[in-house]
């Protein structure tokens, strides 16, 4: 007598057994549907009406690309960007190595009253940029120094800061210590186990805090406003003064470029913290 053993599988039907489970609506679906819409439409809306001939954007009257060609051949939209990005590609390289030493020094060693510097050096993340903007005018005209591009650079500097040390010493508390102490115990100088161990560790760390900083430098309006003087215009002072009248079609097409350009920074800053983590596990 052959005892036969029946599994539950067995007595489901071939046309069942190969089906796959349907799509089924849930209101997390709808609601993570409401949300990407909320966020993205307007930017969709935007890129719409960059294309449009009309002057003032009220209606759709045929497909141009001449805003960007009219936007490219601006010149105060252009010298504004040339101002844009020397603030801030010269506030992100003080910020990157003031910054890194910062978070270094602030997880190495320990001195009297090291958790109030801690909380002062981070201050710049939590106060306000028009309380940042308004303290930073009222030292500059307290030391009699007179406005201009390096004065914003200068502000820029203290804001970049923060985000860079802070960052750093993100990626500074997930890497182990006994590194550093074993190069140093192969014969190596606190500077050379410094910039051949430490440094190329932090160094992801240390690029998207750098890409971050380089963002909000790109896109601060109060304190460049603030701390300017006459002749030095940055993009987002540009921009204000031209939408008082109204947002005209070439100011779409600029704020499309500058969405794209955001959007290839956060992509390349993605692809380096990738390539780095799988060198790291390799």
């Given at each position: ?77 252009l ?22 030493l910062?978070?270094?020094g ?41 406005l ?64 971050l ?17 006459s ?14 009248t ?37």
């Amino acid at each position: 007598m052959t005892n036969t053993i029946t599994t539950q599988e067995d007595n489901i039907p071939i046309d069942m057994s190969k089906s796959q489970p349907k799509f089924q609506f849930s209101w997390q679906v709808m609601f993570t549907a409401l949300m990407f819409l909320f966020m993205y439409l307007p930017i969709f809306v935007l890129t719409f009406y960059s294309f449009n001939k009309s002057k003032y954007s009220a209606g759709w009257e045929g497909f141009t690309m001449q805003w960007y060609v009219k936007l490219f051949q601006d010149t105060r939209v252009l010298t504004a960007l040339q101002n844009s990005l020397t603030v801030a590609f010269c506030a992100v390289a003080v910020s990157a190595v003031i910054g890194t030493l910062m978070a270094v020094g602030l997880a190495k060693y320990k001195f009297r009253g090291k958790s109030l510097y801690l909380g002062i050096s981070y201050l710049p993340l939590i106060v306000p940029d028009i309380a940042i903007a308004v303290a930073t005018l009222v030292f500059l005209a307290a030391m009699a120094i007179r406005l201009s591009l390096w004065t914003i650079i200068a502000a820029h500097i203290v804001f970049c800061l923060a985000y860079v040390a802070l960052v750093v010493s993100t990626r500074l508390a997930d890497l182990d210590p006994n590194l550093e102490e074993a190069a140093l115990d192969l014969g190596a100088t606190p500077v050379e186990a410094f910039i051949q161990v430490l440094l190329p560790q932090l160094l992801p760390g240390i690029v998207s805090g750098c890409l971050l900083s380089f963002v909000l430098s790109m896109d601060d309006f109060l304190i460049a406003s603030f701390t300017a003087g006459s002749g030095a215009t940055t993009l987002p002072m540009e921009i204000f003064s031209r939408i008082r009248t109204g947002v005209k079609p070439d100011i779409n097409a600029l704020s499309v470029i500058l969405i794209l350009g955001s959007g290839a920074i956060a992509i390349a800053g993605e692809i380096f913290r990738n390539r780095s983590e799988k060198k790291t596990h390799n």
